[in-house]
Nanobody, 128 residues
């Protein structure tokens, strides 16, 4: 099993940047696909970005393309979400999630139900 802990959230002005980290323990995060989701009160989780194991295919939801970048830091057993040019509508609790995608017949990274392990979330607030 893998345990996930998010960090790096906070309050930032519009146009600012934050760097979210998803740190893993208990297993090599490189074996897992990792996704980032966000959620505002009263709404369903929204897919933000993901990176697969193996070839490291990266995907993004349209609203963050060109602003957010997902990457792995294998030395730290961490996946990072670099968020630039933040907008007020990016305000949410951000969660990272992981799954051994090679165990799945077809991996749909945008679906929360595909993931087996979740962190506790970190709040991101974009406001002036």
């Amino acid at each position: 099993q893998v345990q996930l802990v998010e960090s790096g959230g906070g309050l930032v002005q519009p146009g600012g940047s934050l760097r979210l980290s998803c740190a893993a323990s208990g297993s090599d995060l490189g074996r897992y696909a990792v996704g980032w989701f966000r959620q505002i009160p009263g709404a369903e989780q929204e897919y933000v970005s993901s990176i697969t194991s193996g070839d490291g295919t990266m995907k993004y939801t349209d609203s963050v393309k060109g602003r957010f970048t997902i990457s792995r830091d294998n030395a730290k057993n961490t996946v990072v979400l670099q968020m630039n040019n933040l907008h007020p509508e990016d305000t949410a609790v951000y969660y990272c999630a992981a799954v051994i995608d090679t165990d799945l017949p077809y991996f749909r990274p945008h679906l929360p139900t595909q993931y087996d392990y979740w962190g506790q979330g970190t709040q991101v607030t974009v406001s002036s």
